[in-house]
């Protein structure tokens, strides 16, 4: 098993949660980020003053998915969120040990 936990642009979270489910996955959890790569921030303005944004929003997703199932999962979230400019993100592959569901004690890949 295989946790996949992907940085992305908040607009592409509906493309990314669409081309997931076609592809049989049933879960994820999302969180809000903020955070810098090679972007390091951009320069807005606001009523005439000029700011720096150094931390710019994205969305957390974490997939846990079987093995066999890892990499149409990560080609699937690629392509979803694919802009082909700057920032479009990261996946980050790691392995899980052991998943158990707490209602009914199920472990490994039951309990995805």
């Given at each position: 098993?295989?946790?996949?936990t992907a940085i992305i642009k908040p607009f592409k979270l509906d493309d990314v949660r669409e081309a997931l489910s076609e592809l049989?996955?049933?879960g994820m959890t999302i969180s809000e980020a903020r955070g810098f790569g090679r972007q390091k921030?951009?320069?807005?303005?606001y009523?005439?003053?000029d700011y720096v944004v150094d931390f710019i929003p994205k969305l957390r997703i974490e997939i846990?998915?079987?093995d066999h199932d890892v990499d149409r999962a990560i080609d699937g979230l690629c392509a979803?969120?694919?802009t082909g400019?700057?920032?479009d993100g990261k996946v980050f592959v790691l392995p899980l040990e052991r998943v158990i569901?707490?209602?009914t004690q199920e472990t490994g890949d039951g309990a995805i």
């Open positions: 098993m295989k946790l996949i049989g996955v049933q921030g951009h320069t807005e303005q009523r005439g003053a846990a998915v079987s979803a969120a694919y400019a700057i920032g569901r707490i209602r």
